[in-house]
């Protein structure tokens, strides 16, 4: 399964777009009901995560997705990631249609394509950080890492600020040098898209913007980023700030900082 984009898929084609996408969760017999949801004759409560959202990602963005608690947020991201499937419309990676994929077709798709970051790390207790960061490649192939994929992840240890913490594990690493290790784990694979769901909500301030200006020169770089974040001033280090609300995208467009950066672009020059 290949679903590279093509030779000649240009920056003006999107890389991922989602079309009239929709997620209803159907819950049974419990109390809960939520903002959305509403009780049937079956005692079971729909929710409406999702109600047709099309969004459109190019190569190079660097987004974030904001809105409040509720909002549908991470249930984007997760179908972003391929961690879901929509209950109904379509999401195209490059130029193929992966909503409609199996399991195994969609594990195979994140491990090749996507990279994740976690709010809480997501990383095994039990492994050295050069093994956590080697994790998505043993999903694939025959387990077995070549010296290439070796010495690959040597590399993004020591570009994350790690490279004499090699054989450290989860718990003799501080919280921003963990999500450091997720940043270089995301990137084993050269993934086309990062995202990343709150990545600094369990850092301190100071940890955070170093976190995020990381990120910050992985996109300089080329690399797409997609984030969650309830962070005003996390959201304003991406360059384009989507918010939903009750399951719908409401506002879309460039972040305070593109605006800034736009203005000074169109400013007459001193004379
Ligand atoms: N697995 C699930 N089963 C049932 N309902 C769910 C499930 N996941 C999310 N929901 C519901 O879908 C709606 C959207 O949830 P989602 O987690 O996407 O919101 P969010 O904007 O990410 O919120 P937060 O900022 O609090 O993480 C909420 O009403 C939530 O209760």
Do not use: W
Not at 57 to 66: D, H, K, L, Q, R
Request: aromatic share 6%; net charge negative; glycine share 10%.
């Amino acid at each position: 399964m290949d679903f590279r984009p093509s030779q000649d898929h240009q920056a003006d084609k999107p890389l991922v777009s989602i079309k009239d996408v929709r997620k209803t969760y159907v819950m049974g017999h419990g109390p809960g009901g939520g903002l959305f949801g509403r009780r049937n004759q079956n005692n079971t409560v729909t929710v409406h995560a999702l109600r047709g959202v099309s969004v459109d990602f190019y190569p190079g963005e660097y987004v974030a997705i904001m809105g409040a608690s509720g909002s549908g947020k991470s249930t984007m991201l997760n179908l972003l990631g391929c961690l879901d499937r929509p209950t109904s419309g379509q999401y195209y990676l490059g130029d193929r249609d992966v909503s409609r994929l199996d399991d195994d077709e969609l594990s195979e798709v994140r491990s090749r394509y996507l990279g994740f970051i976690f709010q809480s790390y997501n990383l095994i207790a039990q492994y050295t950080v050069l093994e956590n960061i080697q994790l998505p490649l043993t999903y694939q192939g025959n387990g077995e890492l070549t010296p290439e994929a070796q010495e690959r992840s040597r590399e993004l240890a020591a570009m994350v600020g790690l490279g004499d913490r090699y054989d450290h594990r989860p718990t003799q690493l501080s919280g921003g040098q963990q999500q450091r290790v997720a940043i270089a784990r995301s990137l084993i694979n050269d993934p086309y898209i990062i995202l990343a769901d709150e990545a600094t909500g369990n850092l301190d301030t100071k940890t955070s913007h170093e976190i995020m200006e990381m990120l910050g020169r992985l996109n300089d770089a080329g690399k797409t980023i997609i984030m969650v974040t309830h962070e005003d001033d996390i959201a304003h280090h991406a360059k384009r700030i989507i918010r939903m609300r009750d399951g719908l995208v409401i506002e879309d467009g460039p972040s305070p900082r593109m605006l800034e950066a736009q203005e000074t672009l169109s400013l007459p020059a001193e004379a």
